[in-house]
């Protein structure tokens, strides 16, 4: 069931909260993909937009995304994939409420979210989780690049060759959220090995491909000119 009588107006009143290249690119994409007008407003993390008094009002968190909706705020990835999804069903970006596949849907989001997430976090901000002591933030950076490594690996096996996308042959917002932390896979502070990934690859570039993708990816560069992966093309896009 849509979010659709919740709102005095359809389709509501969307301002997405966002930083360059985030976990919130993931939402978006979704907004792009759904069709409904939305305003994208940046909040940099990386130059502490994210701590501004303003911002903290609507999220006192101070992460990002934070979706507004006529006015009111939500929080959390899964929980803004979803909503988004649900406002738009016939553009099937999320499985219908009931079935397996929306189960499996929410299951591919909630190891991304959980699991992949926190993986890439003890490497990016140690200190989250080992303080400010350096042997402990090397010691969590350690164990976060093994982390990291498996659940890719259990990522790639999960990930179907014969499909087009991660739940089939349409793209979802479980595509939108796997995308990111693809990228995120070419980071330059990640200095631990890999595991090779190309059915991850062979997603990324066909999710690369897609118009919306491509228009979201040239604005938020345009906010800050964030790296790409060589294969990933969109260096001529505009946004």
């Known amino acids: 069931m849509s979010d659709r009588s919740l709102s005095p107006t359809f389709p509501p009143r969307l301002a997405l909260y966002f930083s360059p290249k985030a976990c919130s690119l993931a939402s978006h994409i979704a907004l792009e ?15 502490q937009e994210n701590r501004n008094a303003e911002y903290l009002r609507l999220n006192s968190g101070g992460t990002v995304p934070t979706l507004a909706i006529d006015g009111q705020p939500l929080t959390e990835s899964q929980a803004i994939l979803t909503y988004i ?3 738009v069903p016939e553009r099937q970006l999320m499985p219908r409420p009931g079935t397996l596949a929306r189960a499996r849907a929410h299951e591919w989001m909630n190891l991304i979210s959980s699991s992949l997430h926190v993986s890439y976090r003890s490497i ?3 200190q989250t989780y080992g303080g400010e002591d350096q042997a402990a933030m090397a010691q969590v950076q350690q164990q976060g690049g093994k982390n990291l490594a498996k659940y890719l690996s259990l990522i790639e096996s999960r990930l179907d060759p014969a499909n087009t996308y991660a739940m089939g042959e349409t793209f979802t917002v479980v595509d939108a959220y796997l995308f990111v932390f693809y990228l995120w896979s070419y980071d330059e502070r990640i200095h631990c090995e890999l ?25 938020e560069r345009t906010v800050r000119a964030y790296d790409l992966p060589d294969h990933i093309l969109l260096d001529k896009v505009t946004a």
């Open 33 to 47: 993909e759904s069709g409904i007008a939305y305003e994208a407003v940046s909040v940099n993390i990386r130059n």
């Open 85 to 87: 999804a649900d406002l």
């Open 124 to 126: 990016f901000r140690p």
């Open 195 to 219: 595991p090779e990934r190309p059915r991850y690859r062979a997603l990324a570039e066909r999710i690369a491909a897609r118009p919306a993708v491509q228009k979201v990816v040239a604005r």
